[in-house]
């Protein structure tokens, strides 16, 4: 395919996207140990921030269960995204580090990056196209 009509197509999709309205961005949050507390889902536009709740562009909160749980986030034009989502098992609405640097409690990235510092969002970050998008992350703890 030419890069001409690639990018005809990616223009002819994101106004079908753009004329239907936003999109929901499912997440699918894996691995979870517990169903104490809640899980929470952050969601990210920028780098700027990135890490703190207060500024994600979102936050969905869902009860924990064992397992698996799905939160969804609304109304997300196209963009580059990135999700963090951790248990908060005490319930404190936060996620716990042990030496303001380590999680105490389960965590985990869009992407599900292997990382050997804290995560910046071009480790997490993915683009949303299309209606009904889904990313996965699983927890580790």
């Keep these: 395919m030419s890069s001409r009509r690639a990018w005809t197509n990616a223009a002819l999709a994101m ?9 929901d961005l499912t997440v699918l949050a894996r691995q979870i140990r517990s169903s104490d507390g809640q899980v929470k889902l952050m969601l990210f536009d920028r780098e700027e921030g990135f890490r703190k709740e207060e500024k994600a562009r979102q936050v969905v909160a869902l009860p924990a269960v064992t397992g698996n749980v799905n939160g969804v986030f609304r109304g997300i034009p196209p963009g580059h995204y990135a999700v963090i ?13 042990r ?36 990313v996965e992350i699983r927890l580790d703890y």
């Design 15 to 23: 106004c079908v996207f753009s004329q239907a309205g936003a999109a």
């Design 99 to 134: 030496f303001g640097m380590f999680p105490k409690e389960g965590y985990g990235l869009s992407n599900n990056p292997k990382l050997l510092g804290p995560p910046e969002f071009k480790d997490a970050a993915f683009e949303v196209l299309e209606p009904g998008s889904q």
């Design 85 to 97: 989502a951790y248990h908060d098992e005490n319930g404190d609405g936060k996620l716990n580090l």
